[in-house]
């Protein structure tokens, strides 16, 4: 019996040391998500560029994770387990994260943070964000040309300014295009929740809308249109598995590039904190397949992205004016990210009262 | 063979003790069993989710942190749900408390005194105290089932603080996202020891549990509670009314749910934003009976049930199993519990064909006797 306990320790020793000198070699890149990382949206963005880290740098790094992170006190210690766990750099990949990761950088200023999609940074927080608006202008363009009956419905989480830039952006490109879209709004207040989405599509399907899009993460929505015979646009994800015949196209976020870059500036030992804000130009943007319409739809549609890509085109270009019939840009004129950042308030068309 | 359950004479004080620990060994072996069947290994599965987190001073701070509003919101309803009175909505007392406190740092916020605090904890109070009392005037004047009016009430709630961190109380700091400013620290509850995050708040959990428990105990009050839950008719010859009853418990467990929501605010998420709880409203009840209804009991089931969702998450980083495990963990537990709970009222016997004419009728008899007390 001795003998065996003997043998025991030892190999739990053995094996132990071996687990902690393989540790070392490997950087540990680590992930928070908001969601699920099966959730056909938002959070299987992440994983997928977090898979796509891996495979570049194969044995050289490990990408831990923690999915379904509710966003308030619990995500404190979620970070602060990364963080102790001997991360070296960590995404936290919802805004909700902001300032706990923040509270956990001050903690640990040796560990790299980066935040996705806030506004706080500090030394050793970066942030990064994707200008999820330009692809939106473009789904405004198509569904202004596909709809019969000039309304769409727009699925949104949060009046928060990301969520509020992205229904103006859809109804100033659908506008282009017919000056009378009209779009109609309903708050799920979730991020994730595919029940509500659900219903949420129903609702507005049955208020006699023709398109629907989405600022929420799962393929629910998708779903529902193409049980109900219109067409949609996905979300975060290529969402053409839930609508082989409803997807007109998606905005698919692809921060795998970007996780690449940022892990090899810090093995390069070149990482620095910055407020990043890329899009379609910087390959963190893309837009899924134009499929479901008719070629010059299509036509109209990959020109408008090659302008916004060249840059010879600003999605938010004026005149534009506020849903309360006032200004806000001259003709020609360009807005500061600042105001992007902090938008409040729709421009003219949104069959909506913004909740304040 | 069958097995049949016999109702016992009297409870098993043996396996009121037992059915706890037994329960404990059925969710580990069955937790074993997933993690095999996920392929992964259950020892060391096993051992982050219920050992690692004992042995890092760091992790006992978060499940210190992590069980004090269970305890705090527990503590208050097993008076609830001894005095039969079924409030089902202390996360609704909970928010309610949170944004009543909250009133001094955010509206006063350029006030600083050392009175802040204080007066933040006695408004949350306060706050869940009145909020509880909605549902109790319905049911003490108007005989309205208060499960579902205090359930209904926590939506309420939500959509309130939801309303109020975007309008009126927003951050003019805060580039129009949906959160109040960030208290000043006289309004933060002060951390309790220099190794970790725990605050005052769980000192107050426990505090409250220990009043509460020699309250049931030693006082006459407690006798009250005891009996008008039992039987309301008995309560009423002794001279007890469970009019004042119905008031007395929702109150209390509403000011403990306030006092736990202001306590989460100042200490761990210092501002109001629109999610200010994971739902401890709703777990502080499975605490409640995990610990029995007895305040000593909930302080252990608060803190298992904090230590599963921190080695839920151990596990998830080390073995990369989904997070759904963690919950699947919690449900196993419970159902566990539940089941084990028999056993104090009920033996199990095993029948044999042979024999089953006479012990069958028993047992039949029994059963027919259980039902008709």
Known sequence: MKKLLLALATSAAVLGFAASASAQDKTKICFIYVGSKTDGGWTQAHDIGRQALQAEFGDKIETPFLESVPEGPDAERAIERMARSGCALVFTTSFGFMDATIKVAEKFPDVKFEHATGFKSAPNVATYNSRFYEGRYIQGQIAAKMSQKGVAGYIASFPIPEVVMGINAFVHGAQSVNPDFKVKVIWANTWFDPGKEADAAKALIDQGVDILTQHTDTTAPMQVAAERGIKAFGQASDMIKAGPETQLTAIVDTWGAYYIKRTKELLDGTWKSEQVWDGLKDGILTMAPYTNMPDDVKKMAEDTEAKIRSGELHPFTGPIKKQDGSEWLKDGEKPEDGVLLGMNFYIAGVDDKLPQ | MRIE??????????????????????????????????????????????????????????????????????????????????????????????????????????????????????????????????????????????????????????????WIVRGPWRSPEGYNFPVTRNFTPEAI?????????????????????????????????????????????????????????????????????????????????????????????????????????????????????????????????????????????????????????????????????????????????????????
């Open chain 2, 5 to 162: 359950l016999e109702k016992r004479p009297q409870a098993s004080v043996l396996y009121a003790v037992l059915s706890p620990f037994i329960a404990l060994v059925l969710t580990v072996i069955a937790g074993g069993i997933m993690f095999w069947l996920l392929g992964k290994d259950p020892v060391s599965a096993l051992y982050s989710f219920f050992v690692e987190p004992l042995l890092d001073v760091w992790s006992l701070h978060e499940i210190a942190i992590k069980a004090a509003p269970l305890i705090l919101i527990g503590v208050g309803l097993s008076i609830c749900y001894r005095s039969n009175n079924w409030n089902i909505g202390a996360e609704g007392q909970f928010i309610m408390g949170a944004i009543a406190g909250s009133i001094v740092p955010v509206v006063f916020h350029e006030w600083h005194s050392p009175l802040v605090l204080p007066l933040m904890l006695i408004f949350g109070m306060v706050g869940g105290a009145l909020y509880a009392a909605i549902p109790a005037f319905l049911k003490a004047n108007l005989n309205t089932n208060e499960i579902l009016s205090s359930l209904m009430l926590v939506y309420v709630a939500q959509f309130f603080l939801d």
């Open chain 2, 189 to 373: 509850l002060p951390e309790i020891l220099d190794s970790g995050r725990t605050n005052l708040g769980f000192v107050f959990a426990i505090v409250a549990a220990l009043l509460i428990w020699f309250m049931m105990r030693y006082t006459l009050k407690g006798f009250e509670i005891t009996v008008l839950g039992q039987s309301e008719r008995a309560g009423r010859f002794a001279g007890f009314s469970s009019r004042r009853m119905i008031w007395f418990s929702m109150l209390l467990s509403g000011a403990l749910a306030g006092l736990a929501g202001i306590s989460e605010v100042s200490g761990n998420i210092n501002k109001l934003q629109p999610i200010i709880s994971p739902g401890y409203g709703f777990t502080a009840i499975i605490v409640a009976f995990l610990g029995r209804l007895n305040p000593l009991g909930i302080i252990a089931a608060g803190l298992f049930l904090a230590l599963t969702y921190v080695g839920g998450e151990a596990v998830q980083l080390t073995l990369t199993v989904s997070d759904k495990v963690t919950r699947v963990f919690q449900g196993l537990l419970l159902f566990f519990v539940l089941s084990c709970d028999t056993l104090i009222l009920y033996k199990i016997r095993l029948v044999f064909p042979g024999r089953t004419a006479a012990v069958g009728q028993g047992a039949v008899q029994g059963a027919v006797q259980g039902g008709a007390e």
